[in-house]
Protein backbone atom coordinates (compact mmCIF):
# COMPACT_ATOMS: atom_id res chain seq x y z
CA UNK A 1 0.00 0.00 0.00
CA UNK A 2 1.47 3.30 -1.09
CA UNK A 3 1.99 6.29 1.23
CA UNK A 4 -0.08 8.42 -0.27
CA UNK A 5 -3.60 7.05 0.28
CA UNK A 6 -3.18 7.41 3.92
CA UNK A 7 -1.58 10.59 3.31
CA UNK A 8 -4.73 11.69 1.51
CA UNK A 9 -6.93 11.10 3.60
CA UNK A 10 -5.54 12.86 6.56
CA UNK A 11 -5.66 15.77 4.50
CA UNK A 12 -9.43 15.57 3.66
CA UNK A 13 -10.58 14.92 6.63
CA UNK A 14 -8.40 18.09 7.94
CA UNK A 15 -10.28 19.90 4.89
CA UNK A 16 -13.99 19.12 5.10
CA UNK A 17 -13.44 19.49 8.71
CA UNK A 18 -12.45 23.07 8.42
CA UNK A 19 -15.11 23.73 6.35
CA UNK A 20 -17.68 22.23 8.33
CA UNK A 21 -15.86 24.65 10.98
CA UNK A 22 -16.49 27.00 9.04
CA UNK A 23 -19.87 26.36 8.19
CA UNK A 24 -20.31 26.13 12.05
CA UNK A 25 -19.09 29.04 12.99
CA UNK A 26 -21.27 31.19 10.57
CA UNK A 27 -24.35 29.59 12.11
CA UNK A 28 -23.05 30.03 15.24
CA UNK A 29 -22.25 33.85 15.12
CA UNK A 30 -24.96 36.60 15.45
CA UNK A 31 -23.21 39.67 13.95
CA UNK A 32 -22.58 39.82 10.50
CA UNK A 33 -18.98 41.06 10.73
CA UNK A 34 -18.19 37.84 12.75
CA UNK A 35 -19.67 35.78 10.36
CA UNK A 36 -17.32 37.42 8.03
CA UNK A 37 -14.50 35.85 9.37
CA UNK A 38 -15.07 32.15 8.67
CA UNK A 39 -15.28 33.16 4.55
CA UNK A 40 -11.53 32.54 4.85
CA UNK A 41 -11.10 29.90 7.20
CA UNK A 42 -13.36 27.63 4.13
CA UNK A 43 -10.68 28.80 1.44
CA UNK A 44 -8.20 26.92 3.91
CA UNK A 45 -10.26 24.18 4.03
CA UNK A 46 -10.90 23.69 0.17
CA UNK A 47 -6.57 24.11 -0.10
CA UNK A 48 -6.39 21.15 2.27
CA UNK A 49 -8.94 19.31 -0.18
CA UNK A 50 -6.91 20.05 -3.15
CA UNK A 51 -3.47 18.98 -1.57
CA UNK A 52 -4.93 15.99 -0.76
CA UNK A 53 -6.03 15.42 -4.89
CA UNK A 54 -2.51 16.27 -5.51
CA UNK A 55 -1.08 14.12 -3.43
CA UNK A 56 -3.31 11.08 -4.55
CA UNK A 57 -2.95 11.83 -8.32
CA UNK A 58 0.30 13.01 -8.28
CA UNK A 59 0.66 16.25 -10.56
CA UNK A 60 -1.67 15.37 -13.21
CA UNK A 61 -4.82 17.25 -14.95
CA UNK A 62 -6.92 16.81 -11.96
CA UNK A 63 -3.85 17.67 -9.46
CA UNK A 64 -3.28 20.40 -11.33
CA UNK A 65 -6.78 22.47 -11.60
CA UNK A 66 -7.41 20.97 -8.22
CA UNK A 67 -4.44 23.15 -6.58
CA UNK A 68 -4.98 25.96 -9.27
CA UNK A 69 -9.14 25.63 -7.28
CA UNK A 70 -7.39 26.15 -4.00
CA UNK A 71 -5.12 28.70 -4.46
CA UNK A 72 -7.96 31.14 -5.93
CA UNK A 73 -9.89 30.18 -3.16
CA UNK A 74 -7.16 31.14 -0.80
CA UNK A 75 -6.07 34.37 -2.44
CA UNK A 76 -9.96 35.13 -3.16
CA UNK A 77 -10.93 35.09 0.71
CA UNK A 78 -9.42 38.36 2.36
CA UNK A 79 -10.44 40.13 -0.74
CA UNK A 80 -13.99 39.25 -0.45
CA UNK A 81 -14.38 40.01 3.08
CA UNK A 82 -12.35 43.03 2.84
CA UNK A 83 -14.87 44.07 0.08
CA UNK A 84 -17.85 42.67 1.46
CA UNK A 85 -16.89 44.58 5.38
CA UNK A 86 -16.70 47.53 2.88
CA UNK A 87 -19.69 47.77 1.46
CA UNK A 88 -21.59 47.04 4.64
CA UNK A 89 -20.15 49.94 6.03
CA UNK A 90 -21.06 51.73 3.12
CA UNK A 91 -24.90 50.86 3.86
CA UNK A 92 -24.84 50.84 7.04
CA UNK A 93 -22.75 54.32 7.69
CA UNK A 94 -23.29 56.04 4.42
CA UNK A 95 -19.39 56.13 4.29
CA UNK A 96 -16.71 53.14 5.42
CA UNK A 97 -14.53 55.51 6.74
CA UNK A 98 -17.06 57.26 9.23
CA UNK A 99 -16.35 54.58 12.01
CA UNK A 100 -12.66 54.61 11.93
CA UNK A 101 -12.85 58.52 12.24
CA UNK A 102 -15.34 58.55 15.43
CA UNK A 103 -13.12 55.84 16.35
CA UNK A 104 -9.62 58.86 16.38
CA UNK A 105 -11.69 61.44 17.52
CA UNK A 106 -12.67 59.55 20.73
CA UNK A 107 -10.24 59.98 23.76
CA UNK A 108 -8.60 57.11 24.47
CA UNK A 109 -9.13 55.50 28.20
CA UNK B 1 -18.84 5.33 -1.33
CA UNK B 2 -15.12 6.48 -1.01
CA UNK B 3 -13.98 8.66 0.94
CA UNK B 4 -13.90 11.30 -1.69
CA UNK B 5 -17.67 10.95 -1.85
CA UNK B 6 -18.40 10.76 1.75
CA UNK B 7 -16.82 13.74 2.12
CA UNK B 8 -18.74 15.68 -0.45
CA UNK B 9 -22.09 14.16 1.08
CA UNK B 10 -20.70 15.59 4.36
CA UNK B 11 -20.56 19.05 2.78
CA UNK B 12 -23.13 18.76 0.87
CA UNK B 13 -25.42 18.58 3.96
CA UNK B 14 -23.05 21.90 5.56
CA UNK B 15 -24.43 23.32 2.24
CA UNK B 16 -27.84 23.20 3.77
CA UNK B 17 -26.91 24.67 6.56
CA UNK B 18 -25.84 27.80 4.67
CA UNK B 19 -28.71 27.77 2.28
CA UNK B 20 -30.67 28.42 6.00
CA UNK B 21 -29.01 31.30 6.88
CA UNK B 22 -29.04 32.65 3.46
CA UNK B 23 -33.29 32.25 3.55
CA UNK B 24 -33.62 33.03 6.84
CA UNK B 25 -30.95 35.77 8.31
CA UNK B 26 -31.00 39.30 6.82
CA UNK B 27 -29.51 40.52 3.64
CA UNK B 28 -26.15 41.08 4.48
CA UNK B 29 -25.93 37.83 6.72
CA UNK B 30 -27.12 36.33 3.56
CA UNK B 31 -24.51 37.55 1.85
CA UNK B 32 -21.78 36.10 4.19
CA UNK B 33 -23.66 32.54 3.72
CA UNK B 34 -23.62 32.59 -0.02
CA UNK B 35 -19.77 33.81 0.15
CA UNK B 36 -19.22 30.40 2.34
CA UNK B 37 -21.81 28.30 0.29
CA UNK B 38 -19.61 29.25 -2.92
CA UNK B 39 -16.44 27.83 -1.43
CA UNK B 40 -17.79 24.60 -0.46
CA UNK B 41 -19.50 23.89 -3.45
CA UNK B 42 -16.76 24.66 -5.08
CA UNK B 43 -14.96 21.76 -2.87
CA UNK B 44 -18.04 19.38 -3.72
CA UNK B 45 -17.82 19.67 -7.33
CA UNK B 46 -13.43 18.81 -6.79
CA UNK B 47 -14.42 15.75 -4.84
CA UNK B 48 -16.92 14.34 -7.25
CA UNK B 49 -14.58 14.52 -9.46
CA UNK B 50 -12.18 12.57 -7.97
CA UNK B 51 -14.34 10.23 -6.39
CA UNK B 52 -16.51 9.75 -9.53
CA UNK B 53 -12.83 9.16 -11.57
CA UNK B 54 -14.21 11.75 -14.22
CA UNK B 55 -11.06 13.91 -14.37
CA UNK B 56 -12.23 16.69 -16.57
CA UNK B 57 -15.38 17.54 -14.58
CA UNK B 58 -13.05 19.08 -12.68
CA UNK B 59 -12.83 22.37 -14.86
CA UNK B 60 -16.53 22.80 -13.28
CA UNK B 61 -14.92 23.69 -10.41
CA UNK B 62 -12.25 25.82 -11.94
CA UNK B 63 -15.21 27.83 -13.33
CA UNK B 64 -17.23 28.09 -10.27
CA UNK B 65 -14.25 29.43 -8.03
CA UNK B 66 -13.74 32.02 -10.29
CA UNK B 67 -17.50 32.80 -11.03
CA UNK B 68 -18.33 32.28 -7.68
CA UNK B 69 -16.14 35.02 -6.25
CA UNK B 70 -16.63 37.50 -8.95
CA UNK B 71 -20.75 36.53 -8.31
CA UNK B 72 -20.13 37.37 -4.67
CA UNK B 73 -18.17 40.92 -5.58
CA UNK B 74 -20.76 41.95 -7.14
CA UNK B 75 -23.83 41.34 -4.65
CA UNK B 76 -21.02 43.10 -2.37
CA UNK B 77 -21.11 45.79 -4.57
CA UNK B 78 -24.90 46.05 -5.41
CA UNK B 79 -25.25 45.86 -1.11
CA UNK B 80 -23.49 49.12 -0.86
CA UNK B 81 -27.07 50.96 -1.54
CA UNK B 82 -29.31 49.04 -4.13
CA UNK B 83 -30.09 45.82 -1.90
Partial sequence: ?109 | MNAWEIAAAALGFALIACALVAVLAGPAHGLAAVEVGSVLLTTILMLLSQGFHRQPFIDLAVVFAVMGTIGSLTFARMMERQL
Avoid at chain 1, 21 to 47: E, I, K, P, Q, T
Avoid at chain 1, 48 to 60: D, H, N, Q
Avoid at chain 1, 94 to 99: A, E, P, Q, T, Y
Fill in chain 1, 1 to 109: MSWRWPVAIVLLCCGAGLELVAVAGLCAMRDVYDRLHYVGLAGFGALLVAVAIVVRESFSLIGDKALLVGVILVAAGPVLVQSTTRSLLIREHGDWRKRLDDAEETPRA
